[in-house]
């Protein structure tokens, strides 16, 4: 017979890419995992994952544990928290996925601040620029910047805030190269990207009023010669002069402010980038923890940080 920890214990290893990862999020040694796997087995009397190398899969007995389980451990928690709220309590646990520095900056400071107000939540905050690689049953509550062209069935989308994107330099660039005037000239200039979310990030694409026909779209393909996958780094070189970078409005907006980079291309616009809160399709992200959460957060935005005034 299966027990809750015994439930729990088997979803981190379904949940996870390899044991060692599994191990990790249990805080437990790798033998410890493999030997209580082994345990799991000899008792049910079935083999419920394939190992193989470095990677796991479950069998369809694993199938089957992992999404029974995850009904019962979900409906057990939903009975607590259905209990908790008669007595006027938040409870439970609440996973979020957030991208890496525009959860560090604006949704980390919430989750503290949430779990300070409702102790009983237990909040995991995993930081991640690639959403499209976290399975959809794994979150309660996913932050995604920038457009989404493909969203899971089942998911709940919610509009945090607006957001755009800049195309901007360091004013010591712009001394030494000169500034663009039309997005043509970017590719005699040194672009910096920043990959990211799966997209085309060497592919920019403007929109500026054309004359007769509306909005006419002009795509430049950069060739970049620094990219990096974390923002900080594409944001330091460009403060360091190194050259052109499209970025955020929520992450270079006090730059821009403080002069120390400058707009570029003010007549052209980029797709826009919103926060958005994408809600899993399992019951727990309905939960009384995820919706408080969400207004927590969406108050927070609102008016967006990055376009409030100066203090």
Do not use: K
């Not at 079935?46 to 029974?68: M, N, P, Q, S, Y």
């Not at 995850?70 to 409870?91: C, F, S």
Request: hydrophobic share 45%; net charge neutral; with cysteine.
């Amino acid at each position: 017979m299966l027990g809750t920890d015994d439930l729990r214990f088997f979803l981190a290893i379904a949940d996870a890419a390899s044991l060692a990862a599994a191990a990790r999020a249990l805080d437990v040694s790798p033998p410890a995992v493999t030997q209580r796997l082994r345990g799991l087995e000899e008792r049910l009397g079935v083999h419920l994952v394939d190992r193989t190398g470095r990677h796991l899969a479950l069998t369809d007995e694993g199938e089957l544990v992992a999404e029974r389980g995850r009904a019962v451990l979900d409906a057990l928690g939903d009975l607590d928290e259905a209990l908790a709220a008669r007595r006027g309590r938040v409870v439970g646990h609440l996973r979020i996925v957030a991208p890496l520095g525009f959860g560090r900056r604006h949704v980390a400071p919430v989750a503290a601040s949430f779990q300070e107000d409702h102790p009983e939540v237990a909040i995991d905050l995993v930081l991640s620029d690639r959403l499209g690689g976290v399975p959809e049953g794994t979150f309660d509550l996913a932050i995604h910047v920038g457009e989404i062209a493909r969203a899971a069935p089942g998911l709940i989308a919610r509009r945090l805030a607006p957001n755009d994107r800049v195309v901007c330099a360091a004013p010591a660039y712009l001394a030494a190269r000169g500034t663009p005037a039309r997005p043509a000239e970017l590719g005699a200039h040194a672009c910096i990207a920043l990959r990211e979310n799966d997209e085309d990030v060497t592919l920019w694409r403007f929109r500026s009023p054309g004359a007769e026909t509306g909005e006419t779209e002009e795509r430049v393909r950069i060739e970049p010669r620094l990219s990096s996958n974390d923002g900080e780094v594409v944001r330091g070189w460009a403060l360091a002069g190194r050259g052109i970078i499209l970025r955020s409005e929520w992450d270079v907006a006090g730059d821009l402010r403080a002069g120390r980079l400058v707009r570029l291309l003010p007549g052209y616009a980029l797709p826009d980038a919103p926060v958005t809160a994408l809600l899993g399709a399992r019951r727990r992200a309905r939960a009384a923890r995820t919706r408080r959460f969400l207004d927590a957060l969406a108050s927070a935005l609102d008016p967006p940080p990055w376009r409030r005034p100066a203090p």
